[in-house]
């Protein structure tokens, strides 16, 4: 078993289908898709159960309570046997090109990598568009970051956790954090000098979920971000010299957060 392709579900009735059906050509022999349900309350366990049905190397696991993505996500890496983990949202979905990449490119070459990542298209709601995740919604360029400005993985989240990685015991994610459980994960494997590689062709589709229209809510998330965000650069700082200029910065950065964080109400009036 080369590949295990881990996929976290809460609630994804209307993307699971859809999501799964993009890797459903991928050779069974080489190919195991773990799909870990985090107590879902709609039809999604339904879903990939009957897909299940039909695909021998779809392998479901129900979590007893929910516990956010990052614990589903060491749970599949728990049950999976590949060498190689690729980690898929259950609401993005795979190009009908990746294999064929995987194949003739990726896998030959394994020796020379430890994480591999690649462009995204972005779908805005229904529409597929013509922007690009990298390139004009998160605005970097990964090469020039992983080769000249590394330290920006402390000090934000840059990188999406849409990725192959070769099954190692620092991939794994922080199951207290509500957000971002993906940039603690990116900073930790740089830390651990991982060879990283990116492509530049869009190999995924990744869904742009809309802005949610209730204050309160949105007021909570951000609330829990911003407590992660502060979590997160604080971790990262036994990474980093104390006194040098990275460490400044994030200290810097922690205060700026924690000045948002005083400004945001807990309760709307």
């Excluded at 195991?32 to 299940?52: C, F, G, P, R, W």
């Excluded at 989240?157 to 794994?172: E, F, G, K, N, Q």
Aim: hydrophobic share 35%; proline share 4%.
């Amino acid at each position: 078993m080369s590949l295990s392709v881990i996929i976290p579900t809460y609630n994804v009735e209307n993307y699971i289908g859809q999501c799964l059906e993009s890797i459903q050509t991928w050779p069974e022999s080489e190919v195991e898709i773990i799909v870990v349900d985090d107590h879902s309350q709609d039809q999604t366990a339904t879903i990939v159960e009957d897909l299940k049905a039909q695909q021998k190397n779809i392998k479901l696991f129900r979590q007893p309570e929910t516990g956010g993505p990052g614990m589903a996500r060491n749970r599949g890496i728990q049950e999976s046997h590949g060498t190689f983990l690729l980690f898929l949202d259950a609401d993005n979905w795979m190009d009908k090109s990746f294999w064929d990449v995987w194949i003739h490119n990726l896998f030959p070459h394994q020796s020379e990598w430890d994480v591999v990542f690649w462009e995204m298209t972005i779908v805005n709601d229904k529409t597929i568009t013509s922007q690009r995740f990298y390139h004009d919604y998160i605005l970097v360029d990964p090469v020039e970051i992983l080769q000249s400005s590394p330290y920006e993985l402390f000090y934000r989240s840059l990188l999406d956790v849409c990725a192959i990685m070769r099954r190692d015991p620092a991939i794994y994610f922080t199951n207290y954090l509500s957000f971002l459980e993906d940039w603690e994960l990116w900073s930790r494997l740089w830390y651990h000098q991982k060879r990283f590689y990116f492509i530049k062709d869009s190999l995924s589709y990744y869904r742009k979920q809309r802005p949610d229209s209730q204050t309160a809510k949105s007021l909570e998330r951000a609330h829990l971000r911003l407590s992660d965000e502060i979590t997160i650069l604080s971790r990262n700082l036994k990474y980093i010299v104390p006194g040098s200029d990275p460490y400044n910065r994030i200290i810097k950065a922690i205060s700026e957060r924690i000045q948002q964080l005083l400004t945001i109400p807990l309760h709307q009036k």
